[in-house]
């Protein structure tokens, strides 16, 4: 035995677990680079799609989630955001796939199941042959809680999917995480090989700049990562997105300050300073947000942040409905079912409860009533409407009081560097998921890639 063969005793390869269904045996009102997409990930067995919003990654979902119920004879649990189960079973039996939604391990059928993320430790992750983690971005946290639990949950589930928005580039452990909740590697590991110290931000991480290549071609082992169908060789018409306007709105405030607290007032980064300022402009905020509203008859989601600012929202808009974190799940999901059919024509809300994994392309016109500094739940937001299978130019306005431009300032900045960054990543993947500019190649016997083991130790 040479060295180089002794090396290869050494390697740990990332192979396929899965299964072969051809592509003309998926459910044929699927688009054919989606079915093309789900024969690769069951092949894959375990395996991530990154996916821009609206790109149909619940009816990828379903179909992989259908073919393994199908291989394995046992339920899948599709786990998903709060309000989110009832759309996703509506999409079933618009594409013949029937899903049943679960509040526990008592409501479990054969075949496809769907709970959200809040309910799941009341499931046994045993009896299940496969899982779907909607919104997978859930795994973000490096550390958290929530993503230890379901990993550990599903370590020994044979078959795994996980369905997200194309990852933030610049929050690279999001992507560890896919990785440990796979079963393709643990994140500790993975940084270990790939990942250096970032010394101008204490506990943040960087690739290592020799093993950029190398890390993205890994990560195209066991990932797809798509901005539109033309990133894998196929046509994106019908995929081309009307405009997006932003408008930005800045009312003073009715309350009056003395010269000196005038002089002294700026708004800080810190959580004291942020919501002190956001409460002093909250009256202005939202009459300036009410009038806006009130001037069309069009349907309009009102983000806001804080419970006064939507009761003060509802008091000046009384027809609007009003959604808050303490109201029963049953009450948040018939609300956005509402407002997609049309019944509801103002709803009000927070991002972090309306602002994941529901389309709401019925509606083109959304107004944030003041801003915080969290970029993502900005981002998910405009997603709702901003999405593929929007047929009307977006408006999205921005209320905000005169001094919060700090926060707008940061918030476009993060927008820059995000896009900037997931061009770079896509177009980075892309060449190892095609092999070419024109052709999809996700064949595995292209992309399955060694990772010496002694490289653990460097």
Not at 220 to 231: G, Q, T
Not at 400 to 422: Q, S, W
Request: aromatic residues 10%; charged residues 25%.
């Amino acid at each position: 035995m040479n060295y180089n063969d002794f090396l290869k005793t050494k390697e740990i390869r990332v192979l396929p677990s899965g299964f072969n269904v051809e592509e003309g045996k998926l459910n044929p009102a699927a688009f054919d680079w989606q079915r093309h997409v789900v024969s690769w990930a069951l092949k894959r067995g375990k395996a991530a799609l990154f996916e821009d919003c609206g790109l149909g990654k619940t009816l990828q979902q379903l179909m992989w989630a259908e073919q393994v119920c199908k291989y394995i004879k046992r339920p899948v649990l599709i786990v998903a955001p709060l309000a989110v189960s009832l759309q996703t079973k509506r999409e079933g039996e618009k594409f013949g796939i029937a899903v049943n939604i679960c509040e526990s391990q008592a409501n479990v059928r054969e075949g496809i199941n769907i709970t959200n993320y809040e309910k799941l430790e009341k499931f046994d992750a045993t009896i299940f042959g496969g899982v779907v983690l909607d919104e997978s971005s859930i795994l973000k946290s490096y550390m958290g809680k929530t993503k230890r639990m379901i990993i550990e949950k599903f370590a020994y589930t044979p078959y795994k999917l996980a369905c997200t928005a194309t990852p933030a580039p610049n929050d690279l452990m999001e992507l560890l995480n896919h990785a440990e909740f796979l079963g393709i590697m643990k994140s500790s590991e993975a940084l270990a090989i790939w990942f250096i110290a970032d010394q101008s931000e204490s506990g943040k991480y960087r690739l290592k700049g020799h093993a950029e290549k190398d890390f993205w071609q890994w990560v195209s082992s066991w990932a797809v990562c798509i901005e539109k169908p033309s990133d894998i060789g196929y046509s994106d018409e019908g995929y081309i997105l009307p405009p997006l306007t932003e408008k930005d709105v800045t009312v003073g405030s009715s309350n009056a300050l003395t010269a000196f607290e005038d002089i002294a007032r700026q708004i800080e980064t810190s959580a004291t300073g942020y919501h002190k300022e956001r409460r002093r402009t909250l009256s202005d905020r939202c009459k300036e947000t009410a009038r806006i509203v009130s001037s069309d008859q069009n349907q309009y989601v009102i983000w806001c942040g804080m419970n006064d600012e939507a009761d003060e929202l509802k008091r000046l808009i009384p027809e609007a409905v009003e959604i808050r974190g303490c109201d029963k799940p049953e009450k948040k999901e018939k609300a956005a079912m509402d407002f997609i059919n049309g019944s509801i024509r103002v709803l009000i809300s927070k991002p972090s409860i309306f602002g994941y994994g529901l389309n709401f392309q019925n509606c083109n016109k959304s107004v944030f009533c003041g801003m915080d500094y969290s970029f993502e739940s900005y981002y998910q937001a405009v997603r709702r409407f901003y999405r593929f299978g929007q047929k009307k130019p977006v408006e999205i306005i921005r209320v905000l009081g005169d001094t919060e431009i700090n926060i707008l300032k940061t918030i476009n900045r993060k927008t820059d560097m995000k896009e900037h960054m997931r061009h770079s990543m896509a177009d980075t993947m892309r060449g190892f998921q095609t092999g070419s500019n024109v052709s999809f190649g996700l064949d595995l016997s292209k992309k399955t890639y060694d990772i010496p083991v002694w490289l653990k130790g460097a």
